[in-house]
């Protein structure tokens, strides 16, 4: 027998939007003024009801104490009147709370985030009711062959699972509050080889759901669930049930393929403490593994081993995944965005990009940063290296709620423009000039940078941080948040920076606390790119300076990139990793 658990809701909160200028930009930025209160802090526990056998494993019902006026314990029957759902800030997570004590956010905040879920789909769609079903990862191989790659949950599962190992799945009841995990059952023998999966008692301790059962079970709670003229709720089609189950097969439900990934997009944006502390761990690691690299980049002599270090370094701290390959591109590698040779060797060579992260409990990091090979800046290279820095500086310096994020890349691409402009690499024509015709694309050709989660370019729910208009790129399982290509026809079209002043960017994603988000610009002198696009095109190779571009291409790259958490008064760098004059020291051994 199995019972619901009480289900917890939350206060209804509210948010305001309002215009401000921003002088120090030159451009109308989004202010979001938190006006929200807490009217109902109710605090009534649920009725306690035993637990039955081990297939079907329930939450216990202790309730923990929370803060007051954020989360009360309210009967089922509780609906917000006039209202938008809205999911309250919890208290701070203690990342390092030791196994076996009873911290209430101890485990993973699986409940929390799929009642953020459920808030999206009320205030997008006025969802009450329904049933979200995704399937985990299943147990893959190569093609014609009896081994597999390594194993990555979807990130859409986990988000509201916390369960980190296959052939899992979970439902939602959206009018209950009901949130089930459904495991395989590991036979013995399969042990023998492959080890054992944490049984239903085991994953009810380490993540918050209500009920972990066998999925051997769930075809008959599925038929049950579906008689009740319930919507299924699917990240996409072909991620229906299907089971060995003629009942279930032969059943006609409603599905909807529309809401969920979109509102799961938007929940995933504001960052829980919980995975604040996942973020902060792996960009701890990160860090940790660049300022390894530096301290022996004297010895090394070609990129894989640039490469090894910094993966030993991520291994030996308990980070074995990376969230992304790992990037070392030195010379002109340096110029390509997502190099993945890493194979080259350092001798002769100018600067080497070291774009790389680990993962910690499937959430990412992502740190960039540029060496002087020998130790020591060529004349052209520190030129770059001061350009990049300038404008991350003043980046990091102007994040904070309310700032449009497309306001900063633009604001980092004027100084880009202004910076080349000194050192004689653009010219013939005025700022306002180049500008216009996009011309500074040809150096810094991507974005300034993407949300940071489960993905490393992790989802960017409704609003972009800068795409134009309905220029989306859409990927299965998620809309990319990759550097997005600036290109010299969207840079020119947009609303320069020397007119004043500009109206809102509608559609665009201003900065709110609990976001992380990158800030990575880059300057790159890619040969090819530039004439095969550039100089080509008489409207931009008279901004060009030839004869500066030859000295400048053998720097290859430059990009510096940190992940930035938003607070309320601003923004917390979570990846102090070596840069400046701290990295000349630490790579010439002056620490």
């Given at each position: 027998?199995?019972r ?29 003024q ?55 800030e ?38 009450s ?7 985990g ?10 081994q ?45 080889w ?10 009810l ?9 066998f ?37 006609h439900?409603?599905v ?30 990160s860090?940790?593994?660049?300022r390894?690299?530096?301290?022996q ?14 993966q030993a370094?991520c ?43 680990c ?8 740190i ?17 290296y ?66 940071v989660g ?17 220029e ?8 990319s ?12 079209s ?22 992380v ?24 190779a ?46 010439n051994?002056?620490?």
């Amino acid at each position: 027998m199995t019972r619901s658990s009480g289900p917890r809701a939350v206060c209804p909160q509210y948010s305001s939007v309002s215009l401000c200028e921003a002088d120090s930009l030159h451009i109308d930025l989004l202010t979001i003024q938190d006006n929200s209160k807490c009217e109902n802090p109710l605090h009534a526990q649920a009725p306690i009801v035993p637990t039955t056998a081990t297939a079907i494993v329930t939450a216990p019902t202790t309730v923990t104490k929370t803060s007051p006026d954020c989360i009360g314990y309210i009967s089922r029957n509780y609906k917000p009147q006039n209202c938008r759902r809205r999911v309250p800030e919890v208290a701070t997570f203690n990342a390092e709370a030791p196994e076996g004590v009873d911290a209430p956010f101890a485990k993973f905040p699986a409940k929390l985030h799929a009642r953020k879920v459920a808030d999206e789909l009320y205030k997008a769609h006025r969802v009450s009711k329904g049933l979200i079903f995704l399937p985990g990862q299943p147990t893959t191989e190569y093609e014609d062959s009896d081994q597999g790659p390594r194993f990555r949950q979807r990130r859409y599962f986990f988000y509201i699972t916390g369960a980190n190992f296959p052939n899992c799945y979970v439902t939602y009841d959206i009018g209950q509050e009901h949130l089930i995990l459904w495991v395989p059952y590991v036979e013995p023998r399969q042990v023998l080889w492959y080890g054992s999966t944490p049984s239903p008692e085991e994953c009810l301790r380490k993540y918050d759901v209500d009920e972990v059962r066998f999925a051997a079970q769930l075809p008959e709670y599925l038929q049950d669930k579906l008689r009740f003229d319930l919507t299924l709720y699917l990240l996409h089609k072909d991620q229906a049930p299907h089971f060995d189950n003629e009942i279930v097969n032969s059943l006609h439900y409603r599905v909807n393929t529309s809401f969920l990934q979109e509102c799961m997009d938007e929940a995933r944006v504001i960052k829980t403490p919980y995975e604040v502390a996942m973020i902060r761990k792996a960009c701890a690691i990160s860090t940790l593994a660049h300022r390894q690299v530096a301290a022996q980049l004297l010895t090394l002599k070609n990129e894989r081993e640039i490469e090894a270090v910094f993966q030993a370094t991520c291994t030996a701290s308990g980070a074995r995944d990376q969230a992304y390959p790992i990037i070392a591109g030195s010379g002109v590698n340096a110029s390509t965005l997502h190099y993945e040779e890493n194979n080259a060797p350092l001798q002769g060579k100018e600067l080497v990009v070291l774009d790389a992260g680990c993962e910690w409990n499937c959430y990412a990091s992502d740190i960039t940063r540029t060496l002087p090979i020998s130790g020591s800046f060529s004349q052209e290279a520190l030129d770059v290296y001061k350009v990049v820095d300038k404008m991350q500086q003043e980046c990091l310096n102007s994040a904070k709620p309310g700032v449009l994020y497309y306001a900063l890349h633009l604001h980092a691409s004027r100084v880009a423009l202004v910076e080349l402009m000194d050192l004689g690499i653009l010219h013939n024509g005025s700022a306002k000039e180049i500008w216009d015709a996009g011309t500074i694309s040809a150096f810094f050709p991507h974005g300034l940078g993407h949300h940071v989660g489960l993905d490393v370019h992790d989802v960017s729910g409704r609003d972009r941080l800068l795409l134009l208009g309905e220029e989306k790129i859409k990927i299965r399982g998620y809309r990319s948040m990759k550097r997005e290509i600036i290109t010299p026809e969207s840079l020119s079209s947009a609303v320069g920076l020397f007119d004043a002043p500009p109206p809102p960017y509608h559609g665009r994603q201003a900065l709110q606390p609990n976001m992380v988000v990158t800030i990575e610009p880059g300057i790159y002198f890619c040969r090819e790119y530039i004439e095969g696009y550039f100089l080509s095109n008489p409207t931009h190779a008279r901004f060009l300076n030839t004869k500066a571009l030859e000295r400048y291409y053998p720097v290859g790259g430059c990009r510096i990139e940190d992940d930035i958490l938003i607070t309320p008064n601003g923004n917390e760098n979570l990846t102090p990793a070596p840069k400046g004059q701290e990295m000349l020291d630490i790579i010439n051994g002056r620490f």
